[in-house]
Nanobody, 124 residues
Framework: QVDLVESGGGLVQAGGSLRLSCTAS????????MTWFRQAPGKEREAVGG????????YYGDSVRGRFTISKDNAKNTIFLQMNSLKPEDTAVYYC?????????????????WGQGTQVTVSS
């Protein structure tokens, strides 16, 4: 069992920045792959990017590459999503997900555990 808790969401103006955190508990995060997803009203859940807690190399979805950065702190079982140059279309609930096989997978169904989500709203 892995429990995931996201934090850091909020309201920001277009062009601004936010930093989200996701902390895992229940087992060591060292062997996990953790991925950020987002879901806007009426849209499918979309992968933002993911990182292996073992290898540390992040991968990004096309819509955020160059603006968002994923990092990790294994000692704190935590990953971060630094979001810069935010746009109104980035407005969504952002979720953290964990894959216990250590596989970064942008398919929601391939991830085993999910956080409750945190709302990000970008005003124009």
């Amino acid at each position: 069992q892995v429990d995931l808790v996201e934090s850091g969401g909020g309201l920001v103006q277009a062009g601004g920045s936010l930093r989200l955190s996701c902390t895992a508990s229940g087992r060591t995060a060292d062997e996990l792959a953790m991925t950020w997803f987002r879901q806007a009203p009426g849209k499918e859940r979309e992968a933002v990017g993911g990182i292996s807690m073992t290898w540390g190399v992040p991968y990004y979805g096309d819509s955020v590459r160059g603006r968002f950065t994923i990092s990790k702190d294994n000692a704190k079982n935590t990953i971060f999503l630094q979001m810069n140059s935010l746009k109104p279309e980035d407005t969504a609930v952002y979720y953290c997900a964990a894959n216990v096989r250590g596989e970064i997978n942008f398919s929601p169904d391939a991830n085993d555990y999910w956080g409750q989500g945190t709302q990000v709203t970008v005003s124009s």
